[in-house]
């Protein structure tokens, strides 16, 4: 992979004065440092998390692939297959630039029209081998065109038998991240976590969900309505209202949440891993894991964000597809046995529960 490039050149300099098609004024750009910012960040992140995986899983070591887009930018994919705990797990850096903007973000910021536009990210999922240890998903990433920006992520847990205090533990790491930034950050997260990681298809939540935000700039909107997959009857909608925006929030405030949000992905993840590891399993639960990973294929085929800009941007394929699991399985209706393990993880953690102050 080539070395960070430049800023792009944008063919509408930005004035000292809001410009009448954006409304946006020059304290409210990113700073002229913010693409080699984040895209270190972004890698340093990246190195990170796979030697703390690496740790983890005992064995297995990552495998990178670095790539080039012919458009511009490029990536390191690094991929960790039949390992002691991860049977397959992968985490990608990228970052991409160009002059033709993806038609998904004009139809969402038209004032970001003739502008380059800056994309650099990184995102990770891992499968297990031991049913008992959940598959988890995460993604940090950051937008820039012109006068628009953005940062957006989130991660979540899909347990297959889910235990109480790992849920518990993983929702309390992740609520500590958000409280030192704001204390309606994790509340509004998690709702439109569970929000977002929902299957219509099948009226279920792909897992415990976690924390998901998206389209988080220095207007301080914690759930903007303005973009798809937005709906303003949801829960998430609601509370946001209520609590209205932040005030005063900057490019800094809102990557330093980013960092802290990234951050909290090891503790609050690897001690899960730690405890479950060597808990006994069978045929059973090795075939109600591959059916249940299902699931994580329809979901990341036919909603997640992620996976379409990057098929949108030509980005590379290996890479964007990196999140499917290496084995799978349907069944036709399926139904679990009642009173069982599987049928369990229906009737509670497929819904959305208060994880952090869950009673039993």
């Given at each position: ?21 954006s409304?946006?004024?020059v ?25 703390g ?7 297995g070591k ?54 380059s ?7 990770m999922?891992l499968?297990p ?32 038998y ?42 279920e ?18 759930y903007?309505?303005?973009?798809p ?14 609590v ?6 900057s ?20 001690p ?36 379409i ?32 393990p ?6 509670i ?12």
């Amino acid at each position: 992979m080539t070395a960070f490039s430049p800023r792009p050149v944008v063919s509408k300099p930005a004035s000292k004065s809001a410009s009448p098609e954006s409304n946006v004024t020059v304290g409210n750009l990113p700073p002229a440092d913010s693409q080699k910012r984040v895209s270190e960040w972004m890698k340093s992140f990246q190195d990170r998390v796979c030697q703390g995986l690496e740790e983890a899983d005992g064995v297995g070591k990552f495998q990178q692939d670095a790539w080039e887009r012919p458009e511009g930018g490029g990536g390191r994919s690094r991929v960790m297959r039949d390992g002691n705990v991860f049977e397959q797990g992968g985490v990608n850096f990228s970052e991409v630039w160009g002059d033709q903007l993806p038609p998904s973000i004009l139809a969402q910021r038209p004032e970001a029209a003739g502008h380059s536009f800056y994309a650099t990210g990184t995102s990770m999922v891992l499968h297990p081998k031991n049913p008992h240890i959940p598959t988890v998903h995460l993604n940090y990433r950051y937008f820039e065109a012109g006068p628009v920006w953005w940062f957006g992520g989130g991660i979540d847990l899909t347990p297959f038998y889910p235990v109480e205090e790992d849920v518990v533990h993983f929702h309390k790491t992740l609520k500590e991240a958000c409280d030192r930034h704001n204390p309606e950050y994790y509340n509004t997260f998690k709702l439109w976590c569970d929000e977002y990681f929902y299957l219509k298809h099948r009226d279920e939540t792909r897992g415990v969900g976690g924390i998901f935000f998206d389209y988080q700039d220095n207007s301080g909107t914690l759930y903007p309505l303005s973009y798809p997959g937005s709906q303003a009857d949801t829960v998430a909608a609601d509370y946001a209202e209520k609590v209205g925006p932040v005030a005063d929030r900057s490019w800094e405030d809102v990557f330093s949440f980013s960092q802290s949000c990234g951050l909290a992905f090891l503790p609050s993840y690897t001690p899960i891993v730690q405890k479950r590891k060597n808990t006994k399993y069978g045929d059973r639960e090795r075939n109600f894991q591959l059916y249940r990973r299902g699931r994580y294929v329809e979901f990341n085929l036919v909603y997640d964000r992620g996976t379409i800009f990057g098929l949108q941007t030509n980005g590379r394929t290996e890479s964007i597809l990196m999140s499917l699991p290496p084995l799978v399985r349907w069944e036709y209706n399926y139904q679990p046995e009642p009173g069982s393990p599987e049928a369990r993880l229906y009737e509670i953690f497929l819904k959305p529960q208060d994880w952090v102050n869950w009673k039993g």
